[in-house]
């Protein structure tokens, strides 16, 4: 046993003020800190609190003879700096005591130090004579543990497709010729439904387990393969043979069901038209009813009522095609059509036209083309006829007879697609933060001594700060769709606008923040980003589409918010104004309750990680962005402007709140799921992570959380220190977090990210 003259309790603290002091710049709020942990230190003597206090003095600094005493007895203690502790610079104090003490008890003092000031291996290694172990991630938590917290009830389908991915044909590979590109892709799609995973959604008597969310977690999976596989199986799969299954009857599945689940009928969702984007009520495309041939003619009227951007176009056999019917003379609003499109020998069927879309940002793996019909019959049999029939006798006939009913009913059975995509914009950003972590857990840059190695981009704060809030996101957004597509899939709830709604919120947040978590990927991975070959530049051609197709985000903004004004009870539009008022009126006092300053400025810990304040503040903002949201609309119309333009003047504001519903949303779905979790030390890990996320989104929206007199000043500044403390704190765990996303190692390919 070495000696030192110091006590266990006084020499605990050493190696942190020495530290502290090394920079000759203590500052108030480093003194306030350790300061109040040494009041709440009750270990100590009252003389070794006197005795640290005492080096606690910008007037009277510890002496250049006393600090190199410091770092004298830290040197030749021997003991090494593991970076990897959960607490590195506390558990090196206590290894430092044992060197010289026989009882050198934990001391949760210098933890706090430690956390509340964001001290960082790279602060001090360079300080101290001593061996580093470089070990660039703890093994506190267990990666394989988390994987199974998330993979919950799907683990079994989602382990047996994972392993599946390792087949050869799933090989990622960079592609230089779209044609070849896209065949490769084709194969893979086939390759996959011949496994049966084509027909998972689908009722088991079309081959398939009836098993929508295990079909939700292979989009995810898929995004570790490639972009262009993920979307051109679900254009087969999910929209084509999606629409046959949830827009067609018994008839239509036992024609066609299987084959569109084995691929063995190639298959695309023809929807979206050239001069009519995400307003679908309003294509032009028709659909005219011939009594005298008992057949439905297809038809686009003009140059730009052609269907555009149609992923699976070129491959295609069939499509399903949304058209305007039209029986006898009167329009019955859209429906979806079966529309052969090619011969036995793939040569275009009379009246069909089809184009290339040609080279794209990305997913250039998919076949995306422009098609036009000219006169097109196609035998009444043809309709999709769920929601919507043509009798025998030439009639129209629906049980739903409200049009608009009828439409959003029709729309509303795709919702899956919608959170298929929010899924794969997720995978993608998984891989993204996945690859940049572990470049940042073995990239090296910069020191302030060139006798020493250079520090891990990883435990710069800085650093930390890009990609830990992201990863928070990641978790919460991935237990966010879990619970909708339960609620989709939920048979019991036959009404699916509420689901709609939150929907179109999750999906609009979600694709966006991957494509923000994609970029600042790539920027942390620096150069090594910008290559092919490390897949980040890949996801982000192919990720970005996401934001646009399956509904472009602003526009289902506005639908998230048009729910939230009518509480889900009615449709909104023109007609529908006035109820929509009613309902606000009833559910809305005309007066908010005003915020104390007291609690605007509350600061201490136990209430900013309390998830009762992150839950009162985005329930806040949402009332009060709905309150103010509908006043401002019934003022124009007081003031005699029509419903319509009034909408348009508070646009802005109306995506507002259609973000600040859904970020409520996505918390508080986490916050449930998070309470149910049974393990308390991965409870305790997923409850900061949820912090994270809420104060992360408090800060990034401090803008309005100050202008509303939510937040006060102090508490601004108090929430984006905590951000970066806790930035720190997981900085230890950062490795495993990423590794629990479950991406196998067969799909890692980056050569950055070995």
Same mark, same amino acid.
């Given at each position: 046993m070495q000696k030192t003259h110091y006590t266990a309790g006084i020499l605990q603290y050493i190696p942190v003020f020495y530290v502290i002091w090394s920079d000759n710049l203590v500052t108030a709020s480093e003194l306030n800190v350790v300061q109040k942990a040494l009041s709440e230190d009750k270990s100590l003597s009252k003389d070794e609190k006197k005795q640290l206090e005492s080096w606690l003095n910008p007037k009277n600094p510890p002496s250049d003879n006393e600090l190199k005493n410091w770092n004298h007895i830290v040197s030749n203690s021997d003991v090494k700096l593991v970076e990897s502790e959960t607490y590195p610079l506390a558990a090196f104090s206590q290894k430092v005591v044992c060197t010289y003490h026989e009882v050198c008890p934990f001391n949760d003092s210098l933890k706090d130090i430690e956390v509340n000031l964001g001290i960082q291996p790279n602060h001090y290694n360079h300080l101290f004579d001593v061996e580093v172990i470089q070990k660039s991630t703890s093994d506190f938590y267990d990666a394989s543990e988390i994987d199974i917290i998330l993979k919950g009830k799907h683990a079994k389908v989602v382990d047996g497709f994972r392993a599946d991915l390792k087949d050869p044909i799933f090989k990622w590979d960079v592609h230089r010729n779209k044609e070849e590109f896209r065949e490769v892709v084709l194969n893979q799609v086939k390759t996959l439904a011949s496994k049966g995973y084509g027909a998972m959604a689908y009722p088991k008597e079309y081959g398939g387990k009836? =098993?929508?969310?295990?079909?939700?977690? #292979?989009?995810?999976?898929?995004?570790?393969? =490639?972009?262009?596989?993920?979307?051109?199986?679900?254009?087969?799969?999910?929209?084509?043979?999606g629409s046959i299954q949830k827009l067609g009857t018994k008839k239509h599945h036992d024609l066609y069901l299987? =084959?569109?689940?084995?691929?063995?009928?190639l298959g695309c969702f023809a929807m979206t038209e050239t001069g009519h984007g995400s307003n679908v009520r309003g294509i032009k495309t028709t659909a005219t009813y011939d009594k005298n041939t008992d057949s439905i003619i297809i038809h686009t009227p003009g140059k730009n009522d052609n269907k555009e951007y149609i992923g699976n176009a070129l491959h295609s056999k069939m499509a399903s095609v949304f058209a305007q019917l039209i029986v006898d003379g009167k329009n019955e609003g859209v429906h979806a059509i079966l529309v052969p499109l090619r011969d036995e020998n793939h040569n275009e069927l009379p009246g069909i036209t089809v184009e290339d879309n040609g080279y794209k940002l990305g997913l250039n793996g998919v076949d995306n083309g422009k098609i036009w019909f000219n006169q097109v019959s196609v035998p009444r049999e043809n309709l999709l006829n769920k929601y919507g029939n043509i009798k025998p006798d030439g009639s129209y006939h629906s049980d739903i007879k409200n049009p608009n009913k009828r439409f959003f009913t029709m729309l509303g059975t795709l919702v899956g697609g919608r959170i298929c995509v929010a899924r794969a914009g997720l995978g993608g950003a998984k891989m993204a933060l996945a690859v940049a972590v572990k470049h940042a857990l073995k990239r090296r840059q910069f020191n302030d001594s060139i006798k020493v190695?250079? $520090?891990?981009?990883? =435990?710069?704060?800085?650093?930390?700060?890009?990609?830990?809030?992201?990863?928070?996101?990641?978790?919460?957004?991935?237990?966010?769709? $879990?619970?909708? #597509?339960?609620?989709?899939? $939920?048979e019991s709830q036959p009404d699916k606008r509420k689901v709609e709604t939150q929907v179109a919120g999750l999906k609009s947040i979600i694709t966006w923040y991957a494509n923000e978590t994609i970029q600042e990927c790539r920027e942390a991975c620096g150069g090594k980003g910008y290559l092919i070959e490390n897949r980040i530049a890949d996801l982000k051609g192919d990720v970005d589409i996401f934001t646009t197709f399956e509904g472009d985000n602003t526009v289902l903004l506005q639908l998230a918010a048009k729910g939230v004004l009518s509480d889900f009870k009615s449709e909104f539009n023109s007609a529908g104004f006035t109820s929509v008022l009613k309902i606000l009126g009833i559910q809305i006092s005309d007066k908010l309750t005003t915020i104390n300053p007291v609690y605007a400025n509350k600061v201490d810990k136990d209430h900013l990680y309390n998830p009762k304040f992150h839950k009162h503040a985005f329930n806040y903002r949402t009332r009060r962005l709905t309150y103010t949201l509908a006043m401002r609309i019934r003022g124009y119309i007081k003031k005699g402007v029509p419903s319509y333009q009034a909408f348009m003047k508070v646009q802005t504001h109306i995506l507002a709140l259609g973000k600040a519903y859904s970020c409520e949303l996505a918390y508080n779905t986490y916050c449930e799921y998070v309470e149910n979790i049974d393990d308390a030390k991965n409870k305790a890990l997923f409850i900061k992570l949820g912090t994270l996320f809420a104060l992360q989104e408090i800060r990034t929206d401090a803008e309005w959380f100050l202008e509303q007199g939510y937040l006060g000043g102090t508490k601004s500044k108090a929430i984006r220190q905590r951000v970066e403390r806790l930035c720190t704190e997981l900085r230890p765990h950062i490795g495993v977090l990423v590794d629990g996303f479950g991406i196998p190692e067969h799909c890692m390919s980056a050569p950055i990210a070995q």
């Open positions: 009836n =098993d929508m969310e295990g079909y939700a977690y #292979m989009f995810e999976n898929m995004m570790y393969v =490639d972009g262009s596989l993920t979307i051109k199986f679900g254009v087969q799969v999910g929209l084509f043979g299987s =084959d569109a689940g084995s691929s063995k009928l190695q250079e $520090d891990l981009l990883m =435990d710069y704060p800085s650093h930390q700060l890009r990609l830990t809030p992201l990863i928070a996101s990641a978790y919460v957004y991935h237990f966010s769709l $879990d619970k909708m #597509m339960s609620i989709y899939c $939920d």
